[in-house]
C-alpha cells in the first residue's frame, strides 16, 4: 500500500511539474508576442483594402503609441456602436469601465484609415493567457456604421488571425453579446462555440457567448492546458464580476 501511495504521489507530482512547465512556455510565447515593434510587419499585402467602394490603410500599435485624438476615436465608436446593447442586457454601460479596458497597457490596436486620414474602424486586441494556453484575445471589431458590411470587417479579422498563429498563439479567442447579431459574422468565419464558453441554466443565465477559432498548426495540444471547470463557469477573461466586458462588433 505504502509504495503505491508513494508511485501515485509521485505521479501527481510529475504530472503537475510538466503543466506548470507548459503554462512557463506558452507566458514566454506571450511575452516575446508583445515584444514586437509591429505585428503586421510580415504580412505588408494586407497593409492596405481596396474593395466595395472603400480604400483603406491599417497598422498596428500599441495603445501607449496612441495620441489622444486616436484615442478619443476610439472610446467614441466604441460607445455609439455598443452602448445600447450592454444596456439592453445584464451588464449595463459604464463610460470608465469601459475607457479603462481599452487603455489597458496590454492592449494593441489594429486601425484602419481611409487614404484621407479618416478613421473607419479598429480591432482591440492582445497577446494573453487564457485557460493555461497562449491566445489572441479579440476585445474589440468596431467600424464606424457607414462602412459596415463591405468586407473591411472579415479583411481584419483575417489579419488578426495571420498575426496570431504567426506568432504561435494557439487560439483567436472572443466574447459576443447574445444581443448582438454580428454574432453570425463569426460563424461565417469559421468561429466556434469555446469550451470555456459558460453554459445557462434554469437559475442562472449568461448574456454572453465565447468563440474561437484554434491554430490547426498547435492544434494537437491546445485542449491539454485547459482547466477543469464546473458546469456553466465562465472564462477568467469575461470579467463578469469586475464590470470589464469585452465583445466585438461584427462588419
Same mark, same amino acid.
Given at each position: 500500500? @505504502?509504495?503505491?501511495?508513494?508511485?501515485?504521489?509521485?505521479?501527481?507530482?510529475?504530472?503537475?511539474?510538466?503543466?506548470?512547465?507548459?503554462?512557463l512556455?506558452?507566458?514566454?510565447?506571450?511575452d516575446?508576442?508583445?515584444?514586437?515593434?509591429?505585428?503586421?510587419?510580415?504580412?505588408?499585402?494586407?497593409?492596405?483594402?481596396?474593395?466595395? @467602394?472603400?480604400?483603406?490603410?491599417?497598422?498596428?500599435?500599441?495603445?501607449t503609441?496612441?495620441?489622444?485624438?486616436?484615442?478619443?476615436?476610439?472610446?467614441?465608436?466604441?460607445?455609439?456602436?455598443?452602448?445600447?446593447?450592454?444596456?439592453?442586457?445584464?451588464?449595463?454601460w459604464n463610460d470608465?469601465?469601459?475607457?479603462?479596458?481599452?487603455?489597458?497597457?496590454?492592449?494593441?490596436?489594429?486601425?484602419?484609415?481611409?487614404v484621407? @486620414?479618416?478613421?473607419?474602424?479598429?480591432?482591440?486586441?492582445?497577446?494573453?493567457?487564457?485557460?493555461?494556453?497562449?491566445?489572441?484575445y479579440?476585445?474589440e471589431?468596431?467600424?464606424?456604421?457607414?462602412?459596415?458590411?463591405?468586407?473591411? @470587417?472579415k479583411?481584419?479579422?483575417?489579419?488578426?488571425?495571420?498575426?496570431?498563429?504567426?506568432?504561435?498563439?494557439?487560439?483567436?479567442?472572443?466574447?459576443?453579446?447574445?444581443n448582438?447579431h454580428?454574432?453570425?459574422?463569426?460563424?461565417?468565419?469559421?468561429?466556434?462555440?469555446?469550451?470555456?464558453?459558460?453554459?445557462?441554466?434554469?437559475d442562472?443565465?449568461?448574456?454572453y457567448?465565447?468563440?474561437s477559432?484554434?491554430?490547426?498548426?498547435l492544434?494537437?495540444?491546445?485542449?491539454?492546458?485547459?482547466?477543469?471547470?464546473?458546469?456553466?463557469?465562465?472564462?477568467?477573461?469575461?470579467?463578469?464580476?469586475?464590470?470589464?466586458?469585452h465583445?466585438?462588433?461584427?462588419?
Open positions: 500500500m @505504502g509504495r503505491k501511495s508513494s508511485a501515485k504521489s509521485k505521479e501527481k507530482r510529475l504530472k503537475r511539474k510538466e503543466e506548470q512547465q507548459k503554462i512556455q506558452a507566458m514566454a510565447v506571450v516575446k508576442a508583445n515584444k514586437l515593434t509591429d505585428p503586421l510587419e510580415p504580412f505588408p499585402v494586407f497593409r492596405k483594402f481596396n474593395k466595395n @467602394g472603400i480604400e483603406a490603410e491599417l497598422f498596428t500599435q500599441r495603445v503609441d496612441l495620441d489622444e485624438s486616436t484615442k478619443s476615436w476610439i472610446f467614441n465608436l466604441t460607445k455609439r456602436n455598443m452602448q445600447l446593447k450592454y444596456e439592453q442586457c445584464s451588464w449595463g470608465n469601465k469601459k475607457m479603462e479596458e481599452l487603455m489597458d497597457e496590454a492592449a494593441w490596436y489594429l486601425i484602419a484609415k481611409g484621407d @486620414g479618416t478613421f473607419l474602424g479598429f480591432s482591440h486586441f492582445r497577446f494573453d493567457m487564457d485557460e493555461g494556453i497562449e491566445v489572441l479579440c476585445y471589431l468596431q467600424l464606424e456604421p457607414a462602412i459596415q458590411r463591405k468586407g473591411l @470587417g479583411f481584419m479579422m483575417q489579419i488578426l488571425e495571420l498575426i496570431a498563429f504567426k506568432n504561435n498563439m494557439r487560439k483567436v479567442i472572443l466574447t459576443i453579446l447574445k448582438n454580428y454574432s453570425k459574422f463569426f460563424r461565417a468565419l469559421n468561429y466556434e462555440l469555446d469550451e470555456t464558453s459558460p453554459i445557462d441554466y434554469q442562472e443565465t449568461f448574456p457567448e465565447i468563440l477559432k484554434v491554430n490547426k498548426r492544434a494537437s495540444s491546445t485542449t491539454t492546458n485547459i482547466n477543469n471547470k464546473k458546469p456553466g463557469q465562465a472564462n477568467g477573461h469575461s470579467h463578469c464580476c469586475s464590470g470589464h466586458h465583445h466585438p462588433l461584427m462588419s
